[in-house]
């Protein structure tokens, strides 16, 4: 991960610079001395280049004296509508384009230290690289940035907001790292095995295996992983973070399907190797964990994740099949590839039944139907709550992970009535598909406050976007962070 420190605002002596530049005649001290620097150079450039410091704008300018390899302006836009997303984004952007260097500079202007603490994690998230399976050292030559030097006249507010938002970054980077991990390295076994490796957190970790599983009732869970060689696993991650220790929790749950070809139901073959990432709702639960135990959370929250591999073989799950799920309700299977819904069915009531939380919120890459309905711009939310469900929308507007509330009702609900179980597992048509798999889950949820994400357009980026790489994106970590110190961690007023 991106090595970051905070400096006091003067003029480096080298190397690569980006600066951030707002909107406006107005320039910061440091461009005025960078440009002093190298003979107006940024100000020829920035004009030839007609950059004005319009947020989302770059301007290049290589070799501009013999002082520095590069500088890198950013736009912002007008300085006093910079909020931590704008900031995270543009230092992104800043990383992105000094990658080819092993060591550069940020000059940050007129951020206030919290806002150059929130560029520093953009930053770090931008100059994410995925580069495990790489022969070739060329493959990795504009992956090189390894320290990342912060110029504000802020340094000790900056300084002291980075360790949590630097324990945020490590949660979203070992989400995109389980996102990214093919199959055949990442089965429901090593996945659990990684998460054990929590401990050192100051996470409790507890692993159920099949038999313990099969004990607990969960058999929707476990057709889904019958068809495959690979065993399933259920994960539940603890923080006790709160002052009073016997406080409900926060219950967070994950769908870990570490490849879905479909089962008997099958995926075209087209795009099929997408397919690994069908984990990153339980990817995104362990990277919020990890962030909260990381930055240790005033709150108690617990992980649940359910970990299959979703196969086509003969003992694999039938078209047709009645499974019974942990809460004693039975569902006929009429698509096996809907499988995210059974597993998340015994785990739902797993949650519920043990912690009794305060709330349950869950992740999964579940139906193709909310790209239909909300492309790759934001994610679906679904919920019997409208506080909670608010509470995740202003989460993720500050985080910049979007969230559109999608309806519900017992007009979709009627839709998963069976001839011969309590619930099909699909409605039988493609209309209302990510409503009608909310509805399903609902019945697994009770009374206890719950939301449902539905994050399959925006768990993968096809493009680089926003400062942030192509590949996994951690979605849903910066988001829910946001959520729980916005709602449950604060300190009581007299």
């Avoid at 990658?99 to 940020?106: F, H, V, Y």
């Avoid at 340094?155 to 949660?171: H, I, K, Q, T, Y």
Wanted: proline letters at 3%; a negative charge.
């Amino acid at each position: 991960m991106l090595q970051i420190k905070f400096s006091s605002a003067s003029l480096p002596a080298g190397g690569a610079l980006a600066i951030l530049v707002p909107e406006g005649e107005k320039r910061s001290a440091i461009f005025q001395q960078a440009d002093k620097a190298t003979n107006g150079a940024l100000t020829r450039a920035a004009k030839a280049d007609d950059f004005t410091g319009k947020e989302g704008t770059t301007c290049v300018v290589l070799a501009p004296s013999d002082a520095f390899e590069r500088v890198v302006l950013i736009g912002i836009g007008k300085l006093e509508a910079v909020d931590a997303w704008a900031a995270e984004k543009a230092g992104g952007a800043a990383a992105s384009r000094l990658g080819r260097d092993e060591q550069a500079t940020l000059a940050v202007g007129d951020l206030s230290g919290a806002l150059a603490a929130h560029a520093a994690l953009g930053a770090v998230l931008g100059a994410y690289h995925f580069g495990l399976y790489h022969g070739a050292p060329e493959a990795s030559k504009n992956h090189r940035l390894a320290e990342l030097s912060v110029l504000t006249d802020h340094v000790d507010a900056a300084a002291e907001a980075w360790p949590s938002l630097s324990a945020v970054a490590r949660g979203v980077v070992l989400t995109r790292d389980l996102v990214t991990e093919p199959a055949n390295v990442l089965n429901p076994a090593e996945f659990a095995e990684r998460a054990t490796t929590l401990k050192s957190l100051e996470l409790e970790v507890e692993v159920l295996d099949r038999a313990a599983m099969e004990k607990l009732g969960f058999g929707a869970l476990l057709g889904v992983a019958q068809g495959s060689a690979n065993e399933p696993r259920t994960v539940i991650l603890r923080w006790n973070g709160a002052a009073n220790k016997d406080e409900a929790p926060l219950a967070f749950i994950g769908k870990g399907v570490t490849f879905d070809s479909g089962g008997i139901s099958i995926k075209p073959a087209a795009g099929m190797e997408d397919m690994k990432w069908d984990m990153a709702g339980a990817a995104t639960v362990t990277g919020l964990l990890t962030a909260l135990a990381g930055r240790k959370a005033k709150v108690n929250a617990v992980g649940v994740v359910g970990l299959v591999e979703n196969m086509v073989s003969g003992t694999a799950q039938r078209p047709g099949d009645v499974v019974r799920s942990a809460s004693g309700q039975t569902i006929e299977v009429l698509n096996t590839d809907a499988e995210g819904r059974l597993v998340l069915a015994d785990i739902l009531w797993y949650a519920r039944e043990r912690f009794a939380p305060q709330i349950m919120v869950d992740l999964a890459t579940l139906t193709g139907a909310i790209i239909i309905s909300l492309g790759h711009e934001y994610a679906g939310l679904f919920s019997n709550n409208d506080q909670l469900a608010a509470g995740l929308a202003d989460a993720g507007a500050f985080a910049g992970e979007k969230l559109w509330r999608m309806p519900m009702g017992k007009e979709y609900d009627a839709l998963l009535k069976s001839d011969i179980a309590d619930m099909k597992n699909i409605s039988g048509g493609r209309a209302g598909g990510s409503i009608t798999a909310a509805q399903f889950l609902k019945r697994f949820v009770g009374e206890t406050p719950w939301a449902h994400l539905d994050i399959a357009g925006v768990a993968w980026a096809s493009k680089a976007q926003n400062g942030q790489p192509k590949g996994a994106t951690g979605f849903g970590v910066r988001l829910l962070d946001r959520f729980v110190r916005d709602g449950y961690e604060y300190e009581p007023k007299d």
